[in-house]
């Protein structure tokens, strides 16, 4: 089972400041891997997938880089919407795991 | 519109059977992966497996594989998650999702909070 890590449990930045998440897999995943957003009571969405590409809808100030083992979720300028939980999947191999999920929250 | 509308809140005693559904419309059900989730509360997401429509293969991950059964009827466009025997510990929400380039998953249900108590 591929290992799914994230960087940090909880980030704390001030609106307007870039956010940085990162995402480590145990081995590689090529770019298999998605980003989601979760806010307080709701449904995860998707953000990003193929590790790089904007999901429909999903503005430009978020973008995802990165391959193999290793993953960033970057949201350039945060606004207060973007306060949520931010989970990694990869989907290279079965089963498909998730990371733990890292909480960003207002500094 | 594509829509994935899941069944309402169970509420069972352990070692009783429970059986929840994902009704979807507005895309061809049988040609995506349809798969479920589950979020233990408070914490994060753990895949527990996918059913293809259109031949019904299915995929578990090990940690559900013989605790639940995954399933769909392509007559009705809906996918199921069944349980036959529940324990305190199935208590949890769950999540059906659709499948999107490759096994992201674009479209997620609103959730069936599935309660375990004596």
């Known amino acids: 089972e591929i290992v799914m890590t994230r960087s940090a449990a909880t980030l704390s930045v001030s609106p307007g400041e870039r956010a940085t998440l990162s995402c480590r897999a145990s081995?590689?995943?090529?770019?298999?891997l998605a980003w989601y957003q979760q806010k307080p009571g709701q449904a995860p969405r998707l953000l990003i997938y193929?590790?790089?590409t904007r999901a429909t809808g999903i503005p430009a100030r978020f973008s995802g880089s990165g391959s193999g083992t290793e993953f960033t979720l970057t949201i350039s300028s945060l606004q207060s919407e973007d306060f949520a939980v931010y989970f990694c999947q990869q989907y290279s191999n079965w089963p498909l795991t998730f990371g733990q999920g890292t909480k960003v929250e207002i500094k | 519109e594509v829509q994935l509308v899941q069944s309402g809140a169970g509420v069972k005693k352990p070692g009783e059977s429970l059986q929840i559904f994902c009704q979807t419309s507005?895309?061809?059900?049988?040609?995506?992966?349809i798969g479920w989730v589950r979020q233990m509360p408070g914490k994060g997401l753990e895949w527990m497996g996918i059913i293809y429509p259109g031949d019904s293969d299915t995929r578990y991950s090990p940690s559900f594989q013989g605790q639940v059964t995954i399933s769909a009827d392509r007559s009705i466009s809906t996918a199921y998650l069944q349980w036959s025997s529940l324990k305190a510990s199935d208590t949890a929400m769950y999540y059906c999702?659709?499948?999107?380039?490759?096994?992201?998953?674009?479209?997620w249900g609103q959730g069936t909070p599935v309660t375990v108590s004596s």
């Open positions: 081995q590689s995943v090529s770019s298999n």
């Open positions: 507005g895309y061809a059900f049988a040609g995506h992966w």
């Open positions: 999702v659709r499948s999107f380039s490759g096994y992201s998953f674009d479209y």
């Open positions: 193929g590790a790089s």
